[in-house]
């Protein structure tokens, strides 16, 4: 009668890791990084995206005017 905890947790996960490769693709890192950020998010999707917030590129450079 409840809402699944593993599928509403997997919707998130999917959501997350989503976001997480439209916001590398979207960075000013080398091709080759945003490759391999990317295979590293879907391979090990929970642990690849702890490391990608810590650790990987961030978004376009933007200036605050």
């Known amino acids: 009668m409840g809402i699944e905890t593993g599928g509403l947790l997997g919707l998130l996960l999917l959501i997350a890791m ?3 490769i439209y916001s590398i693709f979207q960075s000013a ?3 080759g ?5 990317t295979v590293l998010i879907i391979v090990v999707p929970v642990v690849g995206l702890i490391i990608w ?3 990987g590129p961030k978004g376009r450079n933007r200036h605050a005017t």
């Open 53 to 55: 917030l810590l650790f």
């Open 29 to 31: 890192a080398s091709t």
């Open 33 to 37: 990084a945003k490759v391999l950020w």
């Open 18 to 20: 989503v976001w997480a």
